[in-house]
């Protein structure tokens, strides 16, 4: 079955930091553009990061850059968050996500995972 | 930067078609996709590049994109149908719009 499995979630005071890890079952991550995707509680989805298939390029949002990591372990199929420095304003369920991108085109999420919940208050 | 408006909430009475808006600065000329969010679970991708449908979507949904306004839209409305449904481009990084609640009466 072709599915994503989110985990790493969990309460942590402002300041500090998480590591967030999803398993891919029934495709390859490496072959694939990978992202993560949060949404706020009661709000709307804000895509988080992406690294690309291959060389494994990467790009954040504004509003995590230099905060956040985005990496893969090719061995685990597994795509990795770690995230730094966290806000309350971080707090949100993040969805790890596949992507098709289509160059300079489009980019939509084909494959969501259930997600995991990262609450950020002291 | 590029903004997508959605209307806060629709309602449909059962069997009927649900029209959801997506309204964007001349968003006919981009790709526009749709997802569907039931409460506590992940969205689902129910409609991409404009109109078409992933594999398992039901042929009740279907979309269109024109001049500032994309539509979702959704025949035979059933109770099952109730969910939040969001509209995403790609304007040089991924947009999407606020969310639109549906309620099937």
């Not at chain 1, 398993?23 to 694939?32: D, E, L, M, P």
């Not at chain 2, 949904?61 to 024109?66: D, P, Q, R, T, V």
């Amino acid at each position: 079955e072709v599915q994503l499995v989110e985990s790493g979630g969990g309460l942590v005071q402002p300041g500090g930091s998480l590591r967030l890890s999803c398993v891919a079952s029934g495709f390859t991550v490496s072959t694939n553009y990978m992202n993560w995707v949060r949404q706020a509680p009661g709000k709307g989805l804000e895509w988080v990061s992406v690294i690309y298939s291959g060389g494994g390029s990467t790009y954040y949002a504004d509003s995590v850059k230099g905060r956040f990591s985005i990496s893969r372990d090719n061995s685990k199929n597994t795509l990795n968050l770690q995230m730094n420095s966290l806000r309350p304003e971080d707090t949100a369920v993040y969805y790890c996500v596949r992507s098709v991108d289509i160059y300079t085109v489009t980019r939509y999420f084909d494959l969501w995972g259930r997600g995991t919940l990262v609450t950020v208050s002291s | 930067s590029y903004e997508l408006t959605q209307p806060l909430s629709v309602s449909v009475a059962l069997g009927q078609t649900a029209r959801i808006t997506c309204g964007g600065n001349n968003i006919g000329s981009k790709n526009v996709h749709w997802y569907q969010q039931k409460p506590g679970q992940a969205p689902v991708l129910v409609i991409y590049r404009d109109t078409n449908r992933p594999s398992g979507i039901p042929e009740r949904f279907s979309g269109s994109n024109s001049g500032n306004t994309a539509t979702l839209t959704i025949s035979r409305a059933q109770a099952g149908d109730e969910a939040d449904y969001s509209c995403q481009v790609w304007d040089s990084r991924v947009v999407f719009g606020g969310g639109t609640k549906l309620t099937v009466l």
